[in-house]
């Protein structure tokens, strides 16, 4: 064997474990969870579908600011407070079913868009700060969203819907029940089990590899192998699906039990190949440009201030619309809190997917999605098995949220001063150079 | 007209709203008859069971770490360091003394790694600070409830760990307040605590004016001038990370008392914020501060504070609107400083 090629290979693999330590040591985590936790694997794989697709949205909004190298955008809380703003409203005047949330996120879209400019128009003048100020922003937002909910509603706002008001008249209840039409509308519409869904994706998959590979085959008159290689995965794959569900108990009742939202599961991927979409026009190669650095962008000719701005607007309105998709699944919110921790736990699951301050993407949402609920759904009970306590579970997901987002930051920073010093040390070393000439 | 003019230049603009909201709660405070000494009683305590917490911004921002947003780190350590004064019954002003020397052996321990990480991390310190603080007092939680505690006053008499809230009649409630207290008509002066206040903020008035002070300074408002002069900007702020922690444990020991318990579990989560916000109500920016404006901004801003909530359960008996204004002012008031911050540069 060549030893200089093996060298190659270990910096690599170093190079790649370095670069995803965080999913490496959350999917360590989440073994030892399942483990200890011992539950049913068809328990825990619908409890991920369920909350997959709930959540999802609200990561993927997450990452279009990441392209604009304004970091993890914790101002999304502030699009999950206009979508409550939008369902309180439509829950004031009693609109009901999916219509009633069509309007509910016709109603949050102006109004995440108008926060989502008055966010931009500051991060702009906290450039280099946009994570803190996002965070202080959720904040703030959380008093004068109190202030006009708690307070305002009532006697100012002429709300008067004994359904969701308080006996006195001032103030919005402290928890909202929707009722049956609303509670899990989108959900409801068409559900399938996840064999049937698993049958329709490998047809579709199929379908789609072997035209490709028949199209490209007339056309450049040879076998196009990257496409014959995944043909075969995905058959090898579905041959272990068909024996699992023909002979496998488990799976079957798995499957079973898992059931998908397809609705959800449209928007989930009409997101995604917005996203996609962005990413390929000329707007989203400027965001990128000025993710890069703001620099070169504005010497290339791009209004920085302006693209930024787009891409909070752009962030804020997709949470908006997960936070009504995590509402209407969940059927009753907290007033005053449902939108806290949105900003802290979709981060947290998009770096646990792999993604890190300066790169995000699908994968890295979706993965993250299913590792971090993973932890979610496993951690009270392996507290409970391990320590005698389901609370310390708990507390400890907190945590795990809470650490990997602080690991992430200190990660990025530290690759940037790692850098920085690099540089300066290479300047050092030409002016040396430089000065022996 | 010029003379009034630079004056409120001086004084500046955010400083003139918070004087302005607080003069408007003052006359509330007249209409609605509400009991004004007893107002003024509580101010005063407020101001001095906070005002050590917010001293702790002072060798941070003066050292070029910033505002120290990791300050649950510091309140941590004096936490730890009281529940063992409790654990080993320490009384009276005896009780507070032992927490807190043993708050500053844990400080200096925390304070100086986390000085460490803060060297490796220029730029994003604020964040990184905020999640390093999240994340010890969650798993602070989780150490609550497994520490090898066994006074039965503090523990939950059913179940595991430590209380949530510790109430401090059996030890030392209010032992720094009563001190030598006495009374002017009906409002009450705590003598001690105001002296204990008066001591921490001369010392660290000292501090800026003393060499390591000085050399501080200089290293945090240009670190590579003073690199220069011989001073190494790395090891200054970590003297201003450890300091800044030993003032947070100190503070929150202060606070405890003043209180008259300590809350554990996630309660330390947010006390970063309305310190950072009382230094900035004074005058402090994310770069230049000092005592005055420490001791200025924590007068306003824990005044406002305390004449609020009676002011706002007259006009609206249910809910806590004192504490929607707290959200929103200290909030807002970080938020002022760092847009200002790419400005300063």
């Given at each position: 064997m060549n030893p200089k090629r093996t060298y190659k290979i270990g910096t690599e693999v170093k190079k790649w474990v370095t670069g995803n330590i965080v999913m490496l040591l959350f999917i360590t985590i989440c073994a030892i969870g399942i483990y200890f936790a011992a539950q049913p694997s068809s328990y825990i794989a619908s409890e991920i579908a369920i909350r997959l697709f709930r959540n999802l949205i609200l990561i993927l909004s997450l990452i279009i600011p990441v392209w604009a190298g304004m970091g993890l955008n914790f101002s999304i809380v502030l699009g999950a407070m206009a979508a409550q703003a939008g369902l309180i409203v439509i829950m004031n005047f009693d609109m009901k079913g999916i219509a009633g949330l069509v309007i509910a996120f016709a109603i949050s879209v102006p109004l995440a868009a108008g926060l989502g400019i008055l966010t931009g128009k500051l991060f702009n003048k906290t450039k280099g700060q946009e994570m803190i100020t996002g965070m202080i922003l959720g904040y703030f937002a959380k008093g004068v969203y109190e202030l006009i909910f708690m307070y305002l509603c009532g006697p100012v706002i002429p709300m008067d819907n004994p359904q969701i008001m308080l006996e006195s008249g001032v103030g919005i209840n402290g928890i909202i029940t929707m009722d049956a039409s609303l509670n899990g509308a989108v959900d409801k519409i068409w559900k399938l089990p996840l064999d049937k869904l698993l049958w329709i994706i490998f047809g579709v998959l199929t379908a789609f590899l072997v035209l490709r590979l028949v199209y490209g085959g007339v056309k450049r008159k040879q076998a196009d192998k990257k496409c014959l290689l995944l043909l075969g995965i995905d058959l090898l794959l579905f041959i272990i699906f068909v024996y699992a569900i023909k002979s496998l108990l488990s799976f079957q009742i798995l499957c079973m039990m898992t059931q998908v939202p397809m609705v959800t599961c449209f928007l989930v991927m009409i997101i995604c190949g917005f996203i996609v979409f962005l990413g390929r026009t000329k707007l989203g190669s400027d965001i990128k440009a000025v993710g890069q650095s703001i620099p070169i962008a504005q010497a290339a000719g791009i209004a920085v201030n302006?693209?930024?701005?787009?891409?909070?607007?752009?962030?804020?309105?997709?949470?908006?619309?997960?936070?009504?998709?995590?509402?209407?699944?969940?059927?009753?919110?907290?007033?005053?809190?449902?939108?806290?921790?949105?900003?802290?736990?979709?981060?947290?699951?998009?770096?646990?997917?792999?993604?890190?301050?300066?790169k995000a993407g699908i994968g890295h949402a979706i993965l993250g999605g299913v590792l971090f609920h993973l932890m979610f759904i496993v951690a009270p009970i392996a507290g409970k098995n391990i320590f005698n306590d389901a609370q310390i579970g708990e507390?400890?997901?907190?945590?795990?949220?809470?650490?990997?987002?602080?690991?992430?930051?200190?990660?990025?920073?530290?690759?940037?001063?790692?850098?920085?010093?690099?540089?300066?040390?290479?300047?050092?070393?030409?002016?040396?150079?430089?000065?022996?000439? | 007209m010029k003379k009034t003019k630079r004056y409120i230049q001086k004084l500046g603009v955010p400083r003139l709203i918070m004087l302005a909201f607080l003069m408007i709660l003052l006359i509330a405070v007249g209409i609605l008859h509400i009991p004004f000494t007893l107002t003024l009683s509580q101010c005063i305590?407020?101001?001095?069971?906070?005002?050590?917490?917010?001293?702790?911004?002072?060798?941070?921002?003066?050292?070029?770490?910033?505002?120290?947003?990791?300050?649950?780190?510091?309140?941590?350590?004096?936490?730890?360091?009281?529940?063992?004064?409790?654990?080993?019954?320490?009384?009276?002003?005896?009780?507070?003394?032992?927490?807190?020397?043993?708050?500053?052996?844990?400080?200096?321990?925390?304070?100086?790694?986390?000085?460490?990480?803060?060297?490796?991390?220029?730029?994003?310190?604020?964040?990184?600070?905020?999640?390093?603080?999240?994340?010890?007092?969650?798993?602070?939680?989780?150490?609550?409830?497994?520490?090898?505690?066994?006074?039965?006053?503090?523990?939950?008499?059913?179940?595991?760990?430590?209380?949530?809230?510790?109430?401090?009649?059996?030890?030392?409630?209010?032992?720094?307040?009563?001190?030598?207290?006495?009374?002017?008509?009906?409002?009450?002066?705590?003598?001690?605590?105001?002296?204990?206040?008066?001591?921490?903020?001369?010392?660290?008035?000292?501090?800026?004016?003393?060499?390591?002070?000085?050399?501080?300074?200089?290293?945090?408002?240009?670190?590579?001038?003073?690199?220069?002069?011989?001073?190494?900007?790395?090891?200054?702020?970590?003297?201003?990370s450890i300091l800044s922690t030993v003032l947070g444990g100190i503070g929150i020991i202060i606070y405890a008392q003043g209180f008259g318990f300590y809350q554990l579990y996630t309660a330390p989560l947010m006390m970063a914020f309305p310190a950072v916000a009382a230094v900035l109500i004074g005058g402090a920016t994310a770069s230049k501060i000092s005592v005055g404006n420490v001791v200025l901004g924590t007068l306003i801003f824990q005044s406002i504070l305390s004449v609020a909530a009676p002011v706002a359960s007259a006009i609206f008996p249910e809910g806590n609107l004192s504490e929607v204004f707290r959200t929103i002012i200290s909030n807002g008031i970080i938020l002022y400083a760092l847009s200002k911050i790419g400005r300063e540069e």
């Open positions: 302006k693209i930024r701005i787009i891409a909070v607007v752009i962030s804020t309105v997709i949470a908006a619309l997960g936070q009504i998709i995590y509402l209407q699944n969940l059927g009753t919110f907290t007033t005053y809190s449902a939108h806290e921790q949105i900003g802290t736990f979709s981060i947290a699951a998009l770096l646990v997917g792999g993604a890190s301050i300066k507390y400890f997901r907190v945590f795990a949220s809470y650490a990997v987002i602080a690991l992430a930051l200190v990660l990025h920073a530290w690759r940037i001063h790692v850098e920085e010093k690099r540089k300066t040390g290479a300047l050092v070393q030409i002016g040396k150079e430089a000065e022996v000439k | 305590v407020r101001v001095g069971i906070n005002i050590v917490l917010a001293l702790a911004m002072l060798p941070s921002i003066r050292s070029g770490i910033g505002m120290n947003f990791g300050l649950p780190l510091g309140i941590i350590c004096g936490l730890l360091a009281g529940m063992i004064s409790l654990e080993y019954n320490f009384t009276g002003l005896m009780g507070i003394l032992m927490a807190m020397l043993i708050s500053i052996i844990f400080s200096i321990i925390v304070g100086w790694l986390y000085g460490l990480l803060l060297n490796k991390v220029k730029g994003s310190e604020m964040m990184v600070g905020t999640y390093m603080g999240f994340s010890i007092v969650s798993l602070m939680c989780i150490a609550w409830m497994i520490l090898p505690f066994h006074n039965t006053g503090i523990r939950w008499p059913m179940g595991n760990g430590l209380r949530m809230t510790i109430t401090l009649e059996q030890w030392y409630d209010r032992a720094l307040n009563e001190l030598w207290m006495f009374k002017i008509g009906e409002v009450e002066i705590p003598t001690g605590l105001i002296l204990t206040c008066a001591v921490f903020c001369g010392v660290m008035w000292l501090f800026c004016r003393s060499r390591l002070g000085i050399r501080m300074l200089a290293a945090g408002s240009n670190p590579e001038f003073s690199k220069f002069s011989g001073i190494d900007a790395n090891r200054q702020r970590i003297i201003g």
